[in-house]
């Protein structure tokens, strides 16, 4: 469904009770008794479950799964695939500069991305009532996948050409792979790029900051949008550059305060975050992430710009009653 998405991001900071708006799609496994592996693999599934979760929350939009070994399996990437847990990347595929200038630019639709696609197509029938985001990797994180992720940085000194190499093939097949989100249906991205989060200032702002400005300025408009999300724990000295990609709204991970990170942020800008995916959503309780979203909510929601949202993706096994705790405490929260 189209949406005028620039009027839903005013709406949302001129509304005095905002909507959460956690990265919530993988705990739908347990709505429907399926695997992780399953719902990966299936279209119908991942549709059903986006539809399942927005039936049960009243979240501001719905997104799609977080999954950032997707777009790396079309490079030819080893995954590594579990029935509880999100799949995740083995090992490095591109050691040299010859080797990066012969890896070809895959297809849209290769490996999984057609299956993710679908699933969007399918949602955006389904989900009428609130905006469809679809999930990509950013441009540094993609090509830090196909390096190895523990190499990434060092690359970045001992052999930048690779790595610009790589940076310029990721990020034409993300702006194509987005383009195809657009097509199916989805009302925009959220755009992960969490590895850059690693990156010093002076780093970020030449391997991350401008290619993820090409991607916002080839797929963005006024019906789709472009959230930037980086749960690394240098984004708050590395703002400049995050900002100078023009994305839309921003969601930050929990490895950084949020008060510290909103007066950074242009006050007519959105910007999310960011309760514990793992310490709360994950392994605690309903009581724990009541006290957490409430406190967060206090620190910050003094900024009009600001939407709770949990940090990062929210795990598959995450109990309901902690993921429906969190949804409550936000209503408590407005109620005062």
Same mark, same amino acid.
């Given at each position: 469904?189209?949406? =005028?998405?620039?009027?839903?991001?005013?709406?949302? !900071?001129? *509304?005095?009770?905002?909507?959460?708006?956690?990265?919530?799609?993988?705990?739908?496994?347990?709505?429907m008794?399926?695997?992780?592996?399953e719902?990966?693999?299936?279209?119908?599934?991942?549709?059903? &479950?986006?539809?399942?979760?927005?039936?049960r929350?009243?979240?501001?939009?719905?997104?799609?799964?977080?999954? !950032?070994?997707?777009?790396?399996?079309?490079? &030819?990437?080893?995954?590594? +695939? +579990?029935?509880?847990?999100?799949?995740?990347?083995?090992?490095s !595929?591109?050691?040299?500069? /010859? /080797? *990066? /200038?012969?890896?070809?630019?895959?297809?849209?639709?290769? &490996?999984?991305?057609?299956?993710?696609?679908?699933a #969007?197509?399918?949602?955006?029938?389904?989900?009428?009532?609130?905006?469809?985001?679809?999930?990509?990797?950013?441009?540094?994180s993609?090509?830090?996948?196909?390096?190895?992720?523990?190499?990434?940085?060092?690359?970045?000194?001992?052999?930048?050409?690779?790595?610009?190499?790589l940076l310029?093939?990721?990020?034409?097949f993300?702006?194509?792979?987005?383009?195809?989100?657009?097509?199916?249906?989805?009302?925009? #991205?959220?755009?992960? /790029?969490?590895?850059?989060?690693?990156?010093?200032?002076a780093?970020?702002?030449?391997?991350?900051?401008?290619?993820?400005?090409?991607?916002?300025? *080839?797929?963005?408009? =006024?019906?789709?949008?472009? #959230?930037?999300?980086?749960?690394?724990?240098?984004?708050?000295?590395t703002?400049d550059?995050?900002?100078?990609?023009?994305?839309?709204?921003?969601? +930050?991970g929990?490895?950084i305060?949020?008060?510290?990170?909103i007066?950074?942020?242009?006050?007519e800008?959105?910007?999310?975050?960011?309760?514990?995916?793992?310490?709360?959503?994950?392994?605690?309780?309903?009581e724990?992430?009541?006290?957490?979203?409430? $406190? !967060?909510m206090?620190?910050c929601?003094?900024?009009?710009?600001?939407?709770?949202?949990?940090?990062?993706?929210?795990?598959?096994?995450?109990?309901? $009653?902690?993921?429906?705790?969190? +949804?409550?405490?936000?209503? $408590?929260?407005?109620?005062k």
């Amino acid at each position: 469904m189209k949406r =005028d998405m620039k009027q839903w991001l005013s709406q949302m !900071l001129e *509304a005095p009770v905002k909507k959460a708006m956690p990265v919530l799609s993988f705990p739908a496994v347990q709505l429907m008794d399926v695997s992780v592996r399953e719902l990966i693999s299936s279209s119908e599934l991942q549709a059903r &479950g986006m539809e399942l979760v927005a039936q049960r929350t009243d979240a501001a939009a719905s997104v799609s799964l977080m999954d !950032l070994s997707l777009e790396a399996e079309c490079f &030819g990437a080893q995954i590594r +695939f +579990f029935d509880d847990e999100v799949p995740t990347v083995v090992g490095s !595929l591109i050691t040299s500069l /010859e /080797e *990066a /200038e012969a890896m070809p630019v895959p297809q849209v639709g290769a &490996g999984r991305t057609g299956i993710y696609i679908e699933a #969007i197509r399918q949602a955006a029938e389904r989900i009428t009532d609130r905006p469809v985001l679809a999930g990509v990797i950013g441009p540094f994180s993609l090509a830090g996948r196909l390096m190895d992720v523990s190499e990434a940085m060092i690359y970045c000194y001992e052999d930048p050409d690779m790595v610009h190499t790589l940076l310029k093939k990721a990020t034409e097949f993300l702006i194509s792979y987005s383009k195809e989100y657009k097509q199916a249906g989805a009302n925009g #991205i959220v755009m992960a /790029e969490p590895l850059a989060g690693l990156l010093s200032p002076a780093l970020a702002e030449e391997f991350s900051g401008p290619y993820v400005k090409q991607i916002v300025d *080839a797929v963005q408009d =006024d019906s789709f949008l472009v #959230i930037y999300h980086n749960c690394g724990g240098s984004t708050i000295q590395t703002i400049d550059s995050i900002l100078a990609s023009g994305a839309a709204a921003y969601h +930050f991970g929990n490895a950084i305060d949020m008060a510290e990170m909103i007066p950074h942020i242009p006050p007519e800008t959105i910007v999310m975050g960011n309760v514990d995916p793992a310490r709360e959503f994950r392994n605690g309780t309903p009581e724990s992430i009541r006290r957490a979203t409430l $406190e !967060l909510m206090e620190r910050c929601c003094s900024h009009r710009n600001f939407v709770i949202s949990s940090g990062c993706d929210i795990p598959p096994l995450s109990r309901w $009653e902690n993921i429906d705790a969190f +949804f409550a405490a936000v209503a $408590e929260f407005y109620q005062k």
